[in-house]
């Protein structure tokens, strides 16, 4: 506790002066993502960056602090669950299935339109997220704190062997710092606010679920075609507003799926984004969001199935970490099973 009231007066100390001081640095390891073709883009790899230790203890305290005076001021928008304390991706999901059962009720059904943006972090546009806290009231020794923190980072890149130089990223926020969360939320809030009215003035009746950087349209209606007509004029205004702001969706991993209750066969109409310049996209049997499967009814079989065979295939995995003879003893295995075996067999069970 007394190391900890310590780390919280260094933060204070900061606030106060506006500063943040030269622990600006960090390690990005590039590690290439598996199972691909050709490793010829970057897309293809993966970046983990290392913080320093002390550092990211000092930002959680403020991200804590400025996450409970952004919440007490009310501005971030109802449909952000993502990046905030307390809001889980089960939160997500339970947020989305109530929705939808609760239109079920009506017989309405229900439609998604999942979408990501490209480069999320680092295309957040620096000037506009000060001029963003300055919006929301913060006392000004909290704005010149975070104008100070935003610029001046440096990064070296380790592959294999190699180690480059440091190079300036003075660009968007840094994934993986615990202030990273709540300031892109808060850039997002006035987006969607600015979404929201102009929703409201075409009386387009689409709701917004975000977390992180997955977000989805919600269109319920009694006919998929109004439906995937209200998806396509949302997605159409958001296209146009995120480039106002600096941002591009995604557009290879948007994704439509409906929801019914339908005994017969359910054959939905595919959502043709065409003039809009995108592809047409079909609508599949199975639709993954958050590490939830769902399938159009709701029966969560094949996430079951999913989930289950993951853990015994696990299960099978473990004869290698010991027999009767060496390795781990049977109290070790059991140990493991009830940590780690129990968790993927039940993975979001509350849902």
Known sequence: MEYLNKIINIANVYIELGYWPSIKTSISIIIPKSNKKSYDIPKTFRLIVLLNTLGKLIEK????????????????HSCQLGGLKQHSTVDANIVLIYLIHVEWVKNYLTSILAFNVTQFFPSLNLLLLSLIL????FNSRV???????????KTKY???????SYFDINIGVGQGSALSSILSALYLSLIFHVFEKRLKILKIPVLVLYFVNNSLFIAQSKSLHISNSNLFCSYH???????QFSLVIEHGKTKVFHFSRSHSIFNPPPLDLSLLGEPVFQPKENWKYL???????????QHVDFYTNKAISTIKSMKMLGNSSKGLISFQKHLLYRLYI???VLYRFPL
Do not use: A, P, T
């Not at 305290?61 to 971030?76: A, N």
């Not at 704005?143 to 980072?153: A, K, M, Q, T």
């Not at 590490?291 to 079989?301: A, E, G, M, P, V």
């Open 237 to 243: 205004i958001m296209s146009l507003l995120l480039d």
């Open 134 to 137: 300055n919006k929301v009231g």
């Open 143 to 153: 704005s010149h704190f975070f104008e100070n923190y935003l610029v001046g980072r």
């Open 291 to 301: 590490d939830f499967i769902f399938d159009w009814k709701l029966s969560f079989h």
């Open 158 to 164: 380790f592959w294999n062997n190699f180690s480059s």
């Open 342 to 344: 129990l968790l993927i």
């Open 61 to 76: 305290v403020i991200g804590k602090k400025l996450q409970f005076q952004v919440l007490s001021k009310e501005f971030i």
